[in-house]
């Protein structure tokens, strides 16, 4: 049973690989989830590498040069499903980079090995094979411990998996070397610990994969729902939304900052602080009239609102931007000033009192079809447990920030907003981070 490629076993676990591709195939034509996509590819080319001892006899030559790359072929497409499932690009930023080197070098291994074999011969193609295999097995070791300190459902099951197949596949690779010249001294193939190993992340990775498409399922059935309340809320949510725009105590201490400028003779400070303030609120009014409005316009009205912001505290602070080259400002669509209060909380409640530099940053990035938007401050921190529960945090208003989140989950699926904030205190150094995520509408 465990000896030959043409037995039950070999062939039961080829089979459900190949169903496995076809349904998850399937649910990305559905759902246009590259998620799926690359899960799905991933599947495919390892059903394509395990097809080899029992392909036709016409493809031996094929298999000889390309069977190799077929397997490193599909650990690219299982590299970016990692990073996609993991959301790797915003919990783990460094390692992020990492995944994506690998996966480029995966894929440029792929293209090399017919090439070596070719051009070098068998034995320097094995020892390329052995010494990449290695080096892949090592990085994924230290991956684990990276990926372990994930705060996400279904991490521990992701390891399970992977380190299953992983595990098994070298044991496999340990048999064919101990007993390389004598492989038929063993009762079994060795290649059925490898296969063992890709049946069990397989089936670990579909309970993922089900619970995934089963929360699709559920926010298609919420949807319909949800698009009746969101009429009836939208009236409701109209008139709180112009009146949180511009914060009053933002108007009232601009005013007092004005006065003071005037009772110190500041008469140029005063004049250039009204100009920059009238500019403003000219645009925020003019905003206010759309429900959505550009983001390059978003950004800018932020621009001016942060350097207002900067001649009210004594020192000033720096303001950091970072923004995704592959977005078209433009063209993406938002709620108008929706940045304005998470920015106002972290200049008012994390940089005023804060002891030497004062930093705030603002990073936008492109998450698939979503947008993903962090502010970070170097503030003391805010009380995680606090911010969740809508509790006052050392005299922390909530209100604009409450109301924003509200005007985002109207224009979207709920199930498709993530909004947190974050202390991100660590080793001395303090800070608090504000995390928004919600499709990207565009102005086309």
Known sequence: MFNDFHSEFFSWVRGALLVLFIINASVYFQSKKSLFLNYSLYLLFIFLYFFRPVAPVYLFEFYTFFGYSLLYFSFSFYTEFVRILLSTRVKIPKWDGYFKAQKYCLLLFSFLLPLIYYFLGLLVYEYFLLFFSILLGVFSVFAYFVISRIKRRNVAFFIFGSASFLILGNVSTFFKIVYRNNLSELSFEPMVFTYTGAIIEALVFTYIMGVIFKQILEKKADLKIQYVLKQKEAAELKMTALQSQMNPHFLFNSLNSINNFVLKNKIEEASDFITSFSKLVRKV????????????????????????????ISGGFEYIKNIDSSIVLHEVKVPPLFLQPYI??????????????????????????????????????????????NIDCSNRNFFGTIATEKRIRLMHDPGQVEIFTENISKNGITGTMVYLRFPMKNTK
């Open 285 to 312: 009014l003019k905003n206010s009239e759309n429900l959505q409005i550009p983001l390059s316009e978003e950004l800018e009205v932020l621009e001016m609102y942060i350097n207002l912001e900067k001649t009210r």
């Open 344 to 389: 106002e909380n972290s200049i008012w409640h994390g940089l005023v009192g804060n002891e030497g530099e004062k930093r705030i940053q603002l990073d936008v990035i492109k998450e698939e079809k979503d947008i993903v938007f962090l502010i970070k401050d170097n503030g003391p921190g805010v009380d995680n447990v606090s911010v969740n529960n």
